[in-house]
């Protein structure tokens, strides 16, 4: 019985010597075959406290998108809403402007945004895409008073068997948040 466990470490260290004596194999090192995500995020709102009638910029930065695009989800609170035309994509020197497939209400007092975005849209001038980074920018405007709110996003899998009007239903939003940041609004 007291030799089980150092028999069992001893067979691991076999298999990881093993391991690493194959290339490619485990994750890591820069390989996509453990990446099962639509995209990298990280998410910056700026400034974080507005007041009614100002705009905060959210900026979302995006690596590692998926062949098959992505459905890009923000939530924030209703307490705020976004500017017409002004999302874009920038890629290097190359900017985009986007338009949302969805702009509505929740069912929580909150509200969403949708963009769908090809890997093409990411690529640098014409080249194979690599994973390259881009930052979609949206600005909100605070319409009633918020503390504490949150600015949420959810890149996932644009479905290519499903058409892109009706994908997404506040009902069935699939949200699951990957970065947040903070809010507030004052209002008299
Ligand atoms: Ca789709
Ligand atoms: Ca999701």
């Known amino acids: 019985m007291h030799t089980r466990p150092l028999h069992l470490a ?17 994750g890591g090192g820069g390989g996509d075959s453990t990446f099962v995500g639509a995209a990298d995020v990280s998410l910056a709102v700026s400034p974080s406290n507005i007041d009614s009638g100002d705009r905060t910029e959210v900026a979302i930065t995006l ?10 989800k923000i939530r924030f609170p209703d ?14 020197q190359k900017e985009t402007d986007l338009t949302p497939k969805f702009n509505g209400t929740g069912t929580d007092n909150d509200r969403y945004l949708v963009f769908y975005i090809s890997q093409a849209a990411f690529r640098r001038s014409g080249q194979e895409y690599n994973g390259e980074e881009g930052t979609v920018i949206v600005q909100l405007e605070g319409v009633e008073s ?7 996003v959810d890149p996932d899998v644009d479905d290519p068997l499903q058409t892109n009007d009706g994908e997404f239903t ?14 507030s609004v004052q209002a008299d």
């Open 146 to 152: 918020v503390t504490d709110g949150l600015v949420e």
């Open 63 to 72: 690596g590692n998108v998926i062949e098959d695009g992505i459905a890009l």
């Open 79 to 92: 307490a705020l809403k976004y500017v017409r035309s002004s999302a874009l994509l920038v890629v290097g």
């Open 10 to 26: 001893v067979r691991y260290l076999t298999l990881a010597a093993a391991c690493l004596s194959l290339p490619g194999c485990g």
């Open 170 to 183: 506040v009902e069935t939003p699939e949200f699951d948040p990957e970065a947040t940041a903070d809010i």
